[in-house]
Antibody
């Protein structure tokens, strides 16, 4: 069965960086894209990025443009997101989610990773 | 950017009720509309894609309709496990955008 398993919770200071992993299983990794969505405490869902694992194309949300890098490692079926220059308003649960290549609708989601930014 | 507006933001309903949630896009998105269900402390669950297609394993009490700018999610007979927050999302163009959510509570 399709599974996306994310790395554990992180606590970071303002200005630091965080890297979250998303390990995929149960499907052919390079046939599907990976998106990232975050949810601040008590708030709604915010899309922050999407990566076409097949050709490397990437799109970033405006709120993280220039600070977010998405990468993939096909040898381990793992996607990564690294967010730099962290601010307090980056505190959120970060989710990875699978999309079909050529489309950007999410079908399977990871369990989420809480990133807390606090001095 | 395409703005997605959901209504209502919350509703109270009883078990067995028929519930309809509306999502409006600020410009036409064809049928590039998805719906998600989220329970407290859990990841979102994908319900519908292409405005009206059920994801695998989603029960048929959920249905979606609409095209262009106006969309609806209907739950035909609300059950205890359906009390949750529901989000719509457009994927017609980047940036992908979500509606603000509709919280369905027990009356």
């Amino acid at each position: 069965q399709v599974q996306l398993v994310q790395s554990g919770a992180e606590v970071k200071k303002p200005g630091a960086s965080v890297k979250v992993s998303c390990k995929a299983s149960g499907y052919t990794f390079l046939k599907f894209g990976v998106g990232w969505v975050r949810q601040a405490p008590g708030q709604g869902l915010e899309w922050i990025g999407w990566s076409n694992t097949n050709n490397g194309n990437r799109n970033y949300g405006q709120n993280v443009q220039g600070r977010l890098t998405m990468t993939t490692d096909a040898s381990t079926n793992t996607a990564y997101m690294e967010l730099r220059s962290l601010r307090s308003d980056d505190t959120a649960v970060y989710y990875c989610a699978r999309t079909k290549v050529g489309a950007t609708d999410f079908d399977y989601w990871g369990q989420g990773t809480l990133v807390t930014v606090s001095s | 950017d395409i703005q997605m507006t959901q209504s209502p933001s919350s509703l109270s309903a009883s078990v067995g009720d028929r519930v309809t949630i509306t999502c409006r896009a600020s410009q036409g998105i064809s049928n590039s509309l998805a719906w998600f269900q989220q329970k407290p402390g859990k990841a979102p669950k994908s319900l519908i894609y292409g405005a009206s297609n059920l994801q695998s394993g989603v029960p048929s009490k959920f249905s979606g309709s609409g095209s262009g700018t106006d969309f609806t999610l209907t739950i035909s007979s609300l059950q205890p496990e359906d009390f949750a927050t529901y989000y719509c999302q457009q994927y017609n163009s980047f940036p992908l955008t979500f509606g603000g959510g509709t919280k369905v509570e027990i009356k």
